[in-house]
């Protein structure tokens, strides 16, 4: 969704003044030629080395025109595509789009209620909600799936979302043999690699690790995206007080330094490969030890890294729609709130991680369901007040006058939809209307939606031949793990 920051006066959350973000992007800059980054990759290496980074064994030093360059290389804004034409999205700044995040170990049993491990079927099941939710705009798979071949794990949750939803899929990949698999399913939905280089059903998400470290499968991952012209989401962090500065200007820094050079290694390889940079910077918890998912300090810390992205011209993806509340409670609703209002406001590009619980350790699909509501009160407040001749309606102000009313008029029936937003979730009868209905709470609400979409809800069918691919392609990455583990 468009937050119309420029169309029109709308509201808009903002963290830091022009002269800070110059500030910060400067002791980035600094920060990456003084101390640098260790990269475990050799072809990164010697990319940044041929570009005039200076190497010291794992440990590069990159100089501040290395990063402007790349930062100058990237594209302003890409597509990712649907199998359905409906749902594509516009990677850019400004433009705002929620999902999913892929890390939980755990997953709440639709059925049971119960906290269990993650399954096969978890990912295809997040997808099917995230196709009938209005305000989910692409899916990631919300879970690690334990009941598989490990290391093919990421090319199962693939094959499972893209069967599951015509929205874009953001999958991740533990190698890149993982990618080419991915890449394959995608070709045989696509029809033809110019098709799919055209229209791309999917963007790579991996990850830099805090403090100033990418690790070589990550980095080989994103070299071979870059490669095949695949879009890719490259994120990491840091935790203020653990893996970062305890401040949130260092956190900033440690987190803007791994994005950016990143982003630089990704343009060495190919220039004009479409990347969306990202980072989820939290807190420590002062009593734990732990991260923490729910804390104020992570919206404010995703705002910022937004006004910077913004700054630089870059998509960016933040994080919403996530708490350290264990199940659907009173506190996963105020964390989720707060976090996808001031995500929504501050404009970051793509939104992940909703549906988290219990520090990205459970995935939801209640909580999904319920944060799906409250992306579209958000969504009422990003548009903002249109201001026009037309919107200001004097003409129908002097006719109704003083002491009248509008409701029987007719630019109120024809507008009122569009003008005053209604609830889906969201109990608005009065006592009476309310017991009438069965006194549900909101969580029986939520519980009954999720249940009637699992129940009805029909995404749109893959082709026979196509399904039929794809559980080829499974099989045979099955085959060369058994031959590869043979070998020893």
């Given amino acids: 969704m468009d937050t119309n920051y420029h169309a029109h006066q709308t509201p808009q959350f903002r963290v830091l003044s022009d002269r800070q973000i110059e500030k910060l992007y400067e002791a980035t800059l600094e920060c990456l030629n003084r101390t640098g980054v260790r990269v475990l990759n050799a072809e990164a290496r ?32 890409f597509t990712l595509w649907g199998r359905d034409d409906e749902h594509r999205i ?29 399954q096969r079927r978890d990912p295809g099941l997040t997808a099917r909600v995230c196709d009938a939710l209005d305000n989910i705009d692409y899916v990631m798979s919300l879970g690690l799936i334990s009941d598989v071949t490990s290391s093919l794990a990421p090319v199962y949750e693939f094959a499972e979302m893209i069967a599951n939803t015509g929205k874009p899929v953001l999958p991740w990949a533990y190698s890149t043999q993982n990618v080419s698999d991915i890449h394959q399913i995608a070709l045989a939905i696509a029809g033809s690699e110019k098709t799919l280089r055209q229209r791309p059903l999917f963007a790579l998400f991996s990850t830099f690790q805090p403090p100033l470290v990418h690790t070589d499968e990550d980095v080989a991952n994103v070299l071979w995206a870059a490669d095949h012209d ?8 840091g935790s203020a007080g653990a893996t970062a500065p305890v401040t949130a200007a260092g956190t900033l820094v440690i987190s803007l330094a791994g994005a950016l050079s990143g982003l630089a290694i990704i343009q060495l390889k190919k220039r004009g490969t479409a990347v969306c940079i990202g980072s989820v910077p939290q807190p420590m918890d002062l009593r734990t030890g732990r991260p923490s998912y729910g804390a104020p300090e992570m919206s404010l810390y995703s705002a910022a890294m937004s006004d910077i992205s913004r700054y630089l011209r870059v998509p960016f993806m933040g994080t919403a729609g996530a708490s350290e509340d264990k199940g659907l409670g009173l506190q996963a609703a105020i964390e989720s709130t707060l976090q996808v209002i001031l995500s929504g406001l501050s404009g970051a590009t793509l939104v992940h991680d909703v549906g988290f619980l219990d520090c990205a350790d459970i995935g939801s699909l209640e909580m999904l369901v319920m944060t799906d509501e409250i992306i579209a009160m958000s969504r009422c407040i990003m548009r903002g007040i249109e201001v026009s001749d037309d919107s200001l309606m004097l003409d129908l102000i002097d006719r109704v006058g003083p002491a009248g009313h509008f409701m029987a008029e007719e630019e109120t029936a024809s507008r009122c939809r569009a003008e ?19 006194s549900q709470t909101m969580k029986d609400r939520i519980q009954a939606r999720l249940h009637e979409i699992l129940a009805a809800h029909e995404p749109p069918p893959l082709p026979k031949q196509v399904a039929e691919r794809i559980e080829s392609i499974l099989q045979q990455a099955e085959a060369r793990e058994e031959a590869q583990e043979a070998k020893g």
């Fill in 230 to 237: 695949v879009p890719i989401v490259y994120l990491g962090g």
């Fill in 46 to 77: 010697e990319l940044l080395l041929e570009a005039g980074a200076r190497v010291d064994g794992m440990r590069v030093h990159i100089p501040p025109y290395v990063i402007q360059d790349a930062v100058a290389a990237n594209p302003r804004s």
């Fill in 420 to 438: 005053i937003w209604a609830p889906k979730l969201m109990d608005r009868n009065g006592w009476d209307g309310w017991k009438a209905a069965g």
């Fill in 90 to 118: 516009q990677v850019a700044p400004d433009q705002v789009y929620f999902g999913p995040g892929p890390t939980c170990t755990h997953f709440v049993d639709p059925q049971s209620g119960q906290r269990r491990k993650t």
